[in-house]
């Protein structure tokens, strides 16, 4: 199991400082089925976006 998760997309709720993610788990999907050619073909499908705050 991966331990810990770096991760570049400070715009998700689940970012923290150091690049780290907070989720207690991720779900990691592929573009094209459940294989993938290398890792440009994943995603992170736990991702949620930080709601702005329209002010
Ligand atoms: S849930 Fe996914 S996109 Fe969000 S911080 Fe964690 S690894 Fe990154």
């Known amino acids: 199991m991966a331990k810990d998760v770096l991760c570049e997309v400070n715009n998700c709720q689940f ?3 150091g690049n780290l993610c907070s989720a207690d ?4 999907v ?3 089925g459940e294989t993938a050619e290398n890792s440009r ?4 499908k ?3 976006p930080i709601e702005e705050t329209l002010s």
Not at 25 to 28: P, T
Not at 41 to 44: A, I, L, R
């Open 15 to 17: 970012w923290a400082q």
């Open 30 to 32: 592929s573009h094209t």
């Open 46 to 48: 736990t991702f949620e």
């Open 25 to 28: 788990s991720i779900y990691v």
């Open 41 to 44: 073909g994943t995603d992170c």
